[in-house]
């Protein structure tokens, strides 16, 4: 693992990059509101996309500044615009970076990361290959869904009974680019346990398939 300084922003934002040997494609995580690129979740689904191959990169998505005012505020957390802008210079960053360059790419969210996700990935149709939502709201995404290319995996807890209602329109404006899977017996955060270990298996079995070369525009 090494750590990086992406400069999409002033002062440039925090990342960890690990690279499994003989990689076959990079998954960039976005974080949902109030969390950070230490998430044990997201950590812990990176940890399970590591031994499937895949290697991961894991940034906070504010500054150091910007997280302290984010706190007392939350105005951040919820501007899925700047927060998309970010994930896509990121994911620009990732295609000139010379160990992660020539790997498809893949956007894996949680929550309002979710949203920011699919945002960037209408946005960088020629790279995002895959995402993948996690207890996400994709409804956020707003008019930007109907232009996500990328397969896209959305999985639910199956006791978070408004993410589900709020998914299942999610999917109807992606279209036929989009899955909606249940796991039944979590909820939001998927602390129950093995239903984290179900969203990792999955999200590694939706990423190497799909990552085999990014899907045109």
Same mark, same amino acid.
């Given at each position: =693992?090494?750590?990086? &300084?992406?400069?999409?922003?002033? /002062?440039? !934002? ?9 990689? /076959?494609? =990079? ?5 949902? $509101?109030? &969390? &950070? ?18 290697? *991961? ?5 504010? @500054? ?8 007392? *505020? ?7 615009? =700047? ?10 960053? =990732? /295609?000139?970076?010379?160990?992660? /360059? ?6 894996? +969210?949680? &929550?309002?990361?979710?949203?920011? #996700?699919?945002?960037? #990935? ?10 993948? $939502?996690?207890? +996400? ?5 707003? $008019?930007?869904? *109907? +232009?996500?290319? #990328?397969? @896209?995996?959305?999985?639910? +807890? ?21 899955? !909606? ?23 590694? *079995? ?10 045109? #525009?």
């Amino acid at each position: =693992m090494r750590e990086v &300084s992406v400069p999409v922003v002033d /002062g440039g !934002l925090v990342g960890d990059v690990s690279v499994p040997g003989n990689a /076959g494609g =990079m998954v960039l995580f976005a974080h949902g $509101s109030g &969390s &950070s690129r230490h998430s044990p979740r997201n950590m812990a689904v990176g940890r399970a996309l590591n031994e499937r191959g895949l290697a *991961t990169v894991l940034v906070d998505l504010l @500054t150091a500044d910007e997280e302290a005012r984010d706190e007392v *505020t939350a105005e951040l957390r919820f501007d899925i615009g =700047m927060l998309a802008e970010r994930l896509a210079g990121i994911v620009d960053w =990732m /295609g000139a970076d010379p160990e992660l /360059g020539q790997l498809p790419v893949g956007l894996f +969210g949680a &929550s309002t990361g979710a949203a920011a #996700a699919l945002v960037a #990935a209408a946005t960088r149709p020629d790279r995002v290959g895959a995402v993948v $939502s996690r207890g +996400g709201r994709p409804d956020l995404a707003g $008019s930007s869904l *109907t +232009g996500v290319r #990328a397969p @896209t995996l959305l999985l639910v +807890g199956g006791l978070d009974e408004q993410v589900i209602v709020l998914n299942e329109q999610a999917r109807d404006a992606l279209g036929e680019v989009a899955e !909606l899977r249940i796991v039944p017996g979590a909820t939001h955060l998927f602390e129950e346990p093995g239903t984290l270990e179900q969203v990792a298996e999955q999200a590694g *079995t939706w990423f190497t398939t799909h990552l085999r070369q990014p899907h045109p #525009a």
